[in-house]
């Protein structure tokens, strides 16, 4: 024998869920894809999901879980709801389930991702990938983050009725070739939701909008990325939520208000709001851990050797 695992598909729904995981736990020499089975009850759905990431989801190492596919009638977006993909048969009741299971299991593929792509018209069947490369919507350490550029602004417009699990806790919109209406609208809709709204910028002549809480100013060709990476890193140093609040009281952005209220006017609130320029930049780090320190204008957050980072207020 050379060792190498048996390939199985499972199935799990609201009903077997309890019978069916204990099978794929105790058959460790089978590798499982598990696929979820979304029905138009959403409670149900919810609590399936929500089961299933208690045996496939380690929040401290995982950014979703890699080995399940959720078949659906609905549409939905597999960053949204943390796993490899969503498959949605464009007839649900000719499927072919178990001729899926068989080209699954008796073919070899350089990766979930090949097979679900390579079967989708053979299966009629649409599908939806996690992207980890230019995401949108993703979490960091249990906090949802939404990206909003010239890139992703026509996806968020286009796709943004497919999330159902998603609260973007912080909003990044990527500034820097200037005054961007689309995205200024985008704030605008779901802006309201965030905790922190932070404008990246690569230059100080950017006409400024309230809609964003700060602005980073990044002076370097691949500002966007240095700023992600930023905030990435900042989240997965303390424990959910403590990073959130953390970065907050830093950049003194107030608790909002979340609860609707007829006598609530928007624009008057936005008017108040500080003008509140930061500059962030990176450098080589001068220390083996971790560690942050903290004044009223100055954030120094060393990752290691490799690289620290310096946010300043302007």
């Not at 609530?264 to 500080?274: A, F, H, V």
């Amino acid at each position: 024998m050379n060792g190498k695992k048996l390939k199985k598909i499972a199935l799990l729904t609201y009903e077997n869920f309890e019978s069916e995981i204990q099978n794929i736990l105790l058959n460790s020499n089978v590798e499982y894809l598990v696929m979820l089975y979304f029905t138009s009850n959403m409670a149900k759905n919810t609590i399936l999901l929500e089961n299933t990431k208690k045996y496939f989801f380690n929040s401290l190492k995982d950014i979703y879980m890699k080995n399940i596919v959720i078949i659906s009638q609905k549409e939905y977006l597999a960053n949204d709801i943390c796993v490899k993909g969503i498959i949605v048969p464009k007839d649900m009741l000719s499927f072919d389930y178990f001729k899926f299971t068989l080209v699954y299991e008796n073919t070899d593929y350089n990766s979930i991702d090949d097979f679900l792509k390579e079967n989708a018209s053979k299966f009629n069947y649409n599908l939806d990938l996690y992207n980890e490369n230019s995401s949108w919507i993703y979490f960091q350490n249990k906090t949802g983050i939404l990206i909003i550029n010239k890139d992703t602004k026509n996806e968020i417009l286009k796709n943004y009725h497919k999330v159902k699990f998603f609260t973007p806790e912080i909003i990044l919109a990527v500034l820097g070739e200037g005054y961007d209406e689309e995205i200024i609208k985008l704030l605008k809709l779901i802006g309201a939701d965030a905790h922190i709204t932070i404008g990246f910028i690569n230059k100080m002549a950017i006409p400024y909008t309230k809609r964003t809480d700060s602005y980073f100013f990044i002076e370097d060709s691949n500002f966007e990325q240095l700023g992600r990476e930023f905030i990435n890193e900042f989240l997965n140093l303390k424990s959910y939520p403590n990073g959130i609040v953390e970065l907050k009281n830093f950049l003194n952005i107030p608790d909002k208000n979340f609860e609707a209220d007829m006598n609530y006017d928007e624009e008057r609130e936005i008017n108040k709001k500080e003008i509140k320029y930061y500059s962030l930049k990176l450098k080589n780090g001068d220390s083996l851990k971790k560690e942050l320190l903290l004044n009223n204008n100055e954030l120094i957050f060393n990752t290691g050797l490799a690289k620290k980072y310096l946010l300043k207020k302007l």
